[in-house]
C-alpha cells in the first residue's frame, strides 16, 4: 500500500460526459502528479501540482483540467469524453515539487475509466 | 521528440536466473532516472533510481546500471523470484523540469 487513495477504482461513462476523477496524495506530501495509462502509449504525463499551485503541464488535452485543493487532495476533470479516454489513469504523490530532488513517487491504485 | 524506451516488449527468465532489463533514452539533459515495476491490476512501484553522476546503483537484489554515452541504462534483478513477474518502467527527468517520460514497458515472465 503507497498511502496514495484513488477514487473511484472503476468508471463507466457515455461519450461527450464529464467525469471527476478524485486522489488524496500520502500524509505530508505536497506534489500530486496526474498520469494516463493506455494500451498502446504507456504512461503519460498529463500535470503536476505543488500545494495548491501547478507546477507543470505534460500531455493533457484542453477538454482535461486538475485541481490541488487546501486540504492537499487533487481531482482530474474530464470532460467531452471520447472512446480514446478510456484509460487507467494514475495518480502520484511526492514529498517536495522538485522530482530530481525528492527522488520517489509514490503512485495509487489507479482509476479505470471505460467509454463506450 | 524525447522519448525513453525499452528494447524488449517480454522477456521470460528461469526462476533463480539473474534478469536484466534495458531502456534507452533519448534526451542527453535527462539527469535523473527511476525503475518502476508494476504489478496486474496496481499502480507503478518506485524500485531503484539513479542520478546521472554515477554509473551504477544497488539496491536489494536489483542493481541499475547507466551509460550516459550511449544514453542507455539497464536494471539487473539478482535471482529473479515468481514474485518478480510484473512489468517494469524505466523513467527519465531533467532536474527542475518536474515531467518525467516514461517507457512504455518491460513485461518480465519469470518461469517455475
Redesign the interface.
Known amino acids: 500500500d503507497?498511502g496514495?487513495t484513488q477514487t473511484p477504482k472503476h468508471l463507466i461513462t457515455a461519450t461527450g460526459q464529464r467525469v471527476t476523477l478524485r486522489c488524496s496524495p500520502r500524509s505530508g506530501d505536497l506534489s500530486v502528479y496526474w498520469?494516463q495509462q493506455s494500451l498502446d502509449?504507456?504512461?503519460?504525463?498529463l500535470i503536476?501540482y505543488y500545494n495548491g499551485e501547478e507546477?507543470?503541464k505534460?500531455n493533457i488535452l484542453e477538454r482535461f483540467s486538475a485541481q490541488q485543493f487546501p486540504d492537499l487532495h487533487s481531482e482530474l476533470n474530464l470532460s467531452s469524453l471520447e472512446l480514446g479516454d478510456s484509460a487507467l489513469y494514475?495518480c502520484?504523490s511526492s514529498a517536495g515539487?522538485?522530482?530530481?530532488?525528492t527522488?520517489?513517487?509514490?503512485?495509487?491504485?489507479?482509476t479505470r475509466l471505460l467509454v463506450l | 521528440g524525447e522519448s525513453v524506451g525499452l528494447h524488449l516488449p517480454t522477456l521470460s527468465v528461469q526462476e533463480g536466473d539473474n534478469s536484466i532489463i534495458n531502456c534507452a533514452y533519448s534526451n542527453s539533459a535527462s539527469?535523473?532516472f527511476?525503475w518502476?515495476k508494476q504489478e496486474s491490476?496496481?499502480?507503478?512501484?518506485?524500485i531503484i533510481?539513479i542520478?546521472s553522476n554515477m554509473d551504477k546503483r544497488q539496491g536489494q537484489r536489483v542493481t541499475v546500471l547507466l551509460n550516459k554515452t550511449v544514453k542507455h541504462l539497464s536494471l539487473q534483478i539478482a535471482a529473479t523470484q515468481p514474485g518478480d513477474s510484473a512489468v517494469y518502467?524505466c523513467?527519465g527527468?531533467?532536474?527542475?523540469?518536474?515531467?518525467?517520460?516514461?517507457?512504455?514497458?518491460t513485461r518480465l515472465k519469470v518461469l517455475a
Do not use: C, E, N
Open positions: 503507497s496514495v498520469y502509449q504507456g504512461l503519460q504525463f503536476q507546477r507543470a505534460g494514475f502520484a515539487g522538485g522530482l530530481a530532488a527522488g520517489t513517487q509514490y503512485f495509487g491504485p489507479g | 539527469d535523473y527511476i518502476y491490476g496496481k499502480g507503478p512501484q518506485f533510481d542520478r518502467f523513467a527527468s531533467v532536474s527542475g523540469t518536474y515531467k518525467y517520460i516514461f517507457g512504455t514497458g
